[in-house]
């Protein structure tokens, strides 16, 4: 029995990490993980030197892409 089997025999849910930098970085990241039925993204912010607006952009970005595919993420 795979582990994922597992996960839906038990009723575990599944998350996984990304180091992605930029939201048009996340289309195919979160088609994958739609079709895995990842129920949620965990994002660790790979460059900590980015700050002020452009950071907030690219994390308001991050965020709007993943609530338009449905799967909720954690920053």
């Known amino acids: 029995m795979l582990w994922r089997d597992l996960l ?11 180091l992605l930098e930029e939201p048009a970085d996340y289309t195919e990241f979160l088609r ?9 993204v965990n994002d660790q912010v790979k460059d900590a030197f980015v700050v002020s ?3 907030i952009a690219r994390l308001q970005g991050i965020i709007t ?10 920053v």
């Open 8 to 18: 839906d025999r038990y009723g575990q849910r599944f998350g996984i990490e990304a």
């Open 32 to 40: 994958q993980a739609q079709d895995f039925g990842v129920s949620f």
């Open 53 to 55: 607006k452009q950071a």
């Open 65 to 74: 892409t993943c609530v338009e595919a449905s799967i909720p993420v954690f």
